[in-house]
């Protein structure tokens, strides 16, 4: 456990370097270091990503998982497709809680309705470079009520729904064709939970 908290950083200046779909921001900051003293100023360009919700689905009764498939620009520079297959996930708007964001990206994305809905550890994606920070969720469903294709046309999303049973899966983690992080972290922090959960 870190014996450093927030007080322990002098916050210098914040400077926007950029405005658009996302944003880019420059810090200017001093912490205080292990030998007891403060560091020189840091200055760090950061990408202000925002606050995300991922929701990992499954359907208990038929021991499968709901996944959906788009084309992610992120993806585009490398050698395999640029359509990735992830959980069910959106981004915070304001005045929005981490659960509410859950039920309205369920129903946008995949076209059902949650349950029941259990937190799942919460993480900084890259902290390096970003802000973005994610709550994970787990959410029940019944697989045969998702729909075949989701995604608001106005946020030019065209999303492919899948409903997959577990040893398909687990050959999908295996060959490497789920290689997102946050579909990685909820899927492995669930088989590694599922004994303890009350579902």
Not at 76 to 83: A, D, F, H, I, T
Not at 112 to 140: A, K, R
Not at 164 to 178: A, D, F, P, Y
Request: charged fraction near 25%.
């Amino acid at each position: 456990m870190s014996e450093f908290s927030k007080s322990d950083v002098k916050f210098l200046e914040e400077k926007s370097l950029y405005e658009g779909f996302f944003s880019m921001k420059k810090y200017r900051y001093q912490h205080r270091r292990y030998q007891g003293d403060w560091s020189p100023v840091v200055e760090r360009e950061v990408f202000e990503r925002g606050n995300a919700v991922g929701v990992l689905l499954y359907d208990k009764k038929k021991d499968s998982f709901v996944l959906v498939e788009q084309c992610r620009p992120g993806a585009l520079v490398g050698e395999k497709s640029p359509w990735l297959l992830e959980i069910v996930a959106g981004m915070v708007e304001e005045g929005e809680s981490a659960s509410d964001v859950a039920y309205r990206e369920v129903q946008e994305e995949a076209g059902c309705e949650l349950t029941q809905l259990i937190p799942m550890p919460s993480y900084w994606v890259s902290p390096g470079g970003t802000t973005e920070y994610v709550d994970l969720f787990l959410g029940l469903v019944d697989s045969d009520n998702v729909a075949e294709f989701a995604g608001l046309e106005t946020e030019h999303e065209d999303i492919k729904v899948l409903v997959v049973k577990r040893s398909e899966l687990l050959n999908l983690l295996q060959s490497g064709r789920i290689n997102n992080a946050m579909a990685l972290i909820a899927i492995q922090w669930f088989l590694i939970n599922e004994a303890k959960l009350t579902l």
